[in-house]
C-alpha cells in the first residue's frame, strides 16, 4: 500500500465518523446522553494510543511538509555510511548500505526518529532545467546592459 492510500485511509476514517455522529445529532437519533456513552471509550482510546497518534502525525508532517529526500537519494543518517533509499512509508523510511563484508544491509528507521536525526542528502535526482528555464525569462533585456546585441528568442 502506498504512502498516500494509507493518508487517505486514515482521512476517510476521521470523515465518515464525524458524519456519522452530525447524522445521529440531526436526526435526532442520539441525544447527548447517548454520545457521552459513545465518547467515553474514544477518550480511553485517546490515552492508549496517543502516543501512536503523535508519531504519526509527526511522521506525516516530516514525509510531506519537510520532505528531506525521495526514493533513490544518497543521504549521511547522523554523519553514518551513506545510504540510498529504498522505500518512504507512512511509519518508517528504508534505507539500503554496504556492509563490512560487502553484502547489501537494510537499514529501516522510524520517520518520528528520522524527524530529530541530523540527515544530510546528496541528491541524484537534480531537476535544475525548470530553475535555469525560469531565470532566462525573468531577467529583462536592459538589466544585462548592452541592448544592441540581446535578441530574445522564444
Request: charged residues 20%; aromatic residues 10%; contains cysteine.
Amino acid at each position: 500500500m502506498e504512502l498516500v492510500d494509507y493518508l487517505d485511509a486514515i482521512i476517510n476514517g476521521v470523515i465518515i465518523g464525524a458524519t456519522f455522529i452530525l447524522w445521529l445529532l440531526l436526526t435526532k437519533l442520539a441525544s447527548t446522553k447517548v454520545l457521552v456513552v459513545i465518547a467515553s471509550p474514544v477518550l480511553a482510546a485517546s490515552f492508549i494510543f496517543g502516543d501512536t497518534c503523535k508519531n504519526l502525525f509527526q511522521s506525516i508532517i516530516f514525509v510531506y511538509v519537510l520532505h528531506p529526500f525521495d526514493v533513490g537519494d544518497l543521504c549521511d543518517i547522523q554523519e553514518d555510511h551513506k545510504m540510498e533509499v529504498k522505500s518512504i512509508g507512512v511509519w518508517k523510511t528504508t534505507f539500503s548500505k554496504i556492509g563490512e563484508a560487502g553484502n547489501q544491509v537494510e537499514v529501516i528507521y522510524p520517520n518520528s526518529e528520522l524527524a530529530n536525526k541530523k540527515v544530510i542528502n546528496y541528491k541524484t535526482k537534480l531537476n535544475l532545467h525548470g530553475a535555469l528555464k525560469r531565470s532566462a525569462i525573468e531577467t529583462s533585456a536592459q538589466s544585462m546592459g548592452n541592448n544592441d546585441s540581446i535578441q530574445p528568442t522564444f
